[in-house]
């Protein structure tokens, strides 16, 4: 019988672990990581120009993805988010094909409006963060959060997630990362998870004085983040609980997940 020689064996594996990486699923698990650059933009309005005053801010800090085929849909994407955002309402319609810079001349322009007919006191503020928390493995987690204020007792924060395949440019959504049926075993592990995190028993409330929800159940939502840790699932002021109990993100270990992903998502 004819020996392999050490070349021969390293051709081997090299197949092996080719045919293994074909097996893996639609998500390549060997792309490589986007490269992009955090991009800030702030600018102060001051009514009078006089020194001293509240002043009306807008910063915006975001990631610009600069390579990839698909860079410039996902630079897209989340420029319209933000451009459509609840707080910087008066953005034209193409809001793909504004700039930061615009918006906040948008959002100066409708406070200054707003100051002429109603005289307001109180300065305008709008606060927005952008991270990455996930850009590996043919996949790419966005984190944008704002803070704005424009009137009222108080201002308002909003954090949204963004979960891309990075290969094919495309947003997923949790049907693209779970099984089918995944749902109410989801949907005991966050209440498992909640209920961890303000240490309440199964038997108490999910809407008592503890739990502090509006009603007596914890299900998941659509604001879901994949991370190298997990998955993480994020309820805004008012989804679930009081604006005083604050946003409420519930983590959950692939780990945990490990019978209701989907196989290319078991090992992140």
């Not at 021969?8 to 594996?13: E, K, L, N, Q, R």
């Not at 509240?54 to 990839?68: C, M």
Request: net charge negative; hydrophobic share 40%; proline share 3%.
């Amino acid at each position: 019988m004819k020996n392999f020689s050490p070349s021969m064996y390293v051709v081997a594996i090299g197949l092996l672990l080719v045919f293994a990486a074909a097996c893996n699923g639609n998500i390549e698990k060997d792309a490589q990581a986007l490269g992009y650059e955090m991009k800030t933009v702030e600018k102060i309005y001051q009514a009078d120009g006089a020194a001293g005053e509240n002043k009306t801010s807008f910063r915006v800090s975001y990631p610009v993805f600069s390579d990839g085929e698909h860079a410039e849909t996902f630079n897209s994407y989340l420029l319209g988010w933000i451009a459509d955002s609840s707080a910087v309402n008066a953005a034209p319609d193409d809001s793909g094909n504004i700039t930061i810079e615009q918006l906040a001349d948008e959002f100066f322009a409708e406070y200054e409006s707003v100051q002429k007919e109603f005289s307001v006191s109180w300065p305008y503020q709008f606060d927005l963060d952008g991270s990455v928390l996930l850009n590996r493995s043919g996949l790419l987690t966005v984190d944008l959060s704002y803070y704005a204020f424009t009137g009222g007792a108080h201002g308002n924060s909003y954090t949204q997630f963004f979960v891309f395949d990075a290969v094919k440019g495309t947003r997923l959504g949790l049907d693209d990362v779970f099984v089918q049926g995944f749902e109410e075993r989801l949907n005991k592990l966050i209440d498992s998870r909640y209920r961890e995190m303000k240490g309440l028993t199964a038997a108490d409330r999910l809407d008592g004085e503890k739990g502090m929800l509006f009603d007596n159940v914890i299900e998941f939502n659509g604001n879901f983040a994949l991370t190298n840790q997990g998955v993480s699932f994020f309820y805004n002021n008012y989804e679930i609980a009081p604006y005083a109990v604050g946003p409420t993100t519930i983590d959950l270990p692939y780990g945990d997940l490990e019978n209701i992903l989907k196989p290319q998502f078991r090992e992140l």
